[in-house]
């Protein structure tokens, strides 16, 4: 069966600083993968995509941005992190007819 | 542009009442819809999903949701709810390679 995997589950980094979050799949070949930040009372925001390696698209211009390295390896980096950038990340795979979202346990990042 | 619109933001209720969330979308092509819940300290996971067919398809839990393409809904229901649903409920479509979610609800149910 397909399983996802974010790490690290939380983190606390300083503004200024670098960010790198990693998520990989298993169980599962040529994924759609995406990255998401969930904040409380505006629900998931779609941050990037990407539907093989090397091919990154992204939704909202922001401090962030993503890598796909390996083909089950989605990463989302900072190079100096903002405090607005604190929130719940979500990796998530889709697959099938309508690319239906399996989502990872998140990473909760604080920005201090 | 596609986007999909939760007006219940918080929604109180006790125990055995019926539950509707609504779900609004703006996309004039096909779309499919989907319902995630988020239990406390959980994975967000799916809950029900629309393709084509029949309007009124059922999920996991006793819950379900329509499909009325003429007001650009897919509301969710449950006829009797538990305080084991309390959760965040989001509604989403996806036109393509791209998801669109919702706000989301906060559903607290009272035992």
């Known amino acids: 069966s397909q399983t996802i995997h974010q790490w690290p589950a939380t983190l606390v980094q300083p503004v200024g600083s670098p960010l790198s979050l990693e998520c990989t799949v298993e169980g599962t070949s040529n994924p759609n993968l995406y990255w998401y930040r969930q904040a409380a009372g505006r629900g998931l925001q779609l941050l990037f995509y990407s539907v093989g390696i090397g091919q990154i698209s992204s939704e909202v211009p922001q401090n962030l941005s993503a890598s796909r390295p390996q083909d089950r390896q989605f990463i989302l980096s900072s190079k100096k992190l903002l405090l607005s950038d604190s929130g719940f990340y979500l990796c998530?795979?889709?697959?099938?007819?309508?690319?239906?979202?399996?989502f990872g346990p998140g990473t909760r990042l604080t920005v201090l | 542009a596609q986007s999909v619109s939760q007006h219940n933001h918080h929604v109180i209720l006790s125990e055995a009442a019926s539950l509707e969330l609504g779900c609004n979308y703006s996309y004039g092509g096909t779309v499919n819809l989907f319902w995630y819940v988020q239990y406390p300290g959980q994975h967000l996971q799916l809950l029900l999903k629309y393709f084509s067919g029949d309007p009124l398809v059922k999920g996991i839990k006793g819950f379900e949701a329509e499909f009325i393409k003429s007001k650009f809904s897919f509301n969710l229901r449950k006829p009797s709810v538990q305080w084991s649903d309390t959760a965040e409920y989001f509604c989403?479509?996806?036109?393509?390679?791209?998801?669109?979610f919702g706000t989301g609800t906060s559903l607290t149910v009272i035992p």
């Open positions: 998530a795979w889709g697959s099938g007819r309508a690319n239906e979202q399996f």
């Open positions: 989403a479509l996806t036109t393509g390679n791209q998801f669109y």
